[in-house]
């Protein structure tokens, strides 16, 4: 029903940034709690932030005051604005679409999400 197409990765140098964009389809895309995961090599994807239908955001301690996630509903797009970035950040970044409200410990967890993007990778050297 939803499909999720993330843009925008790449490589950087430390202390750089990237914009990173989650365009949906679908006509109910408002409706939807979005949140970025990311995942490194041999790693666990874990969660980035999340945005609910209000723009209230959510950020896992490691991007706080670092990354902003915003929306617009009209455009049926997410965004991950990532400033300095660190090599730590380095992986593939995905996009998610809840359908249901999560709580703040829900929110975190992979299987909680209905839809997922492709993925974009970045890269942040050192």
């Known amino acids: 029903q939803v499909q999720l197409v993330e843009s925008g990765g790449g490589l950087v140098q430390a202390g750089g940034s990237l914009r990173l964009s989650c365009a949906a389809s679908?006509?109910?895309?408002?409706?939807?709690?979005m949140a970025w995961f990311r995942q490194a090599p041999g790693k666990e994807r874990e969660f980035v932030v999340g945005i609910n239908r209000y723009k209230n955001t959510y950020y896992a301690d490691s991007v706080k005051g670092r990354f902003t996630m915003s929306r617009d509903n009209l455009k049926n797009t997410v965004y991950l604005q990532m400033n300095s970035l660190k090599p730590e950040d380095t992986a593939v970044y995905y996009c998610?679409?809840?359908?249901?409200?999560?709580?703040?410990?829900?929110?975190?967890?992979?299987?909680?999400?209905?839809?997922w993007g492709q993925g974009t990778q970045v890269t942040v050297s050192s």
């Open positions: 998610a679409a809840k359908s249901g409200i999560p709580t703040l410990a829900t929110m975190k967890m992979v299987s909680e999400y209905d839809y």
């Open positions: 679908g006509r109910t895309f408002s409706n939807f709690f």
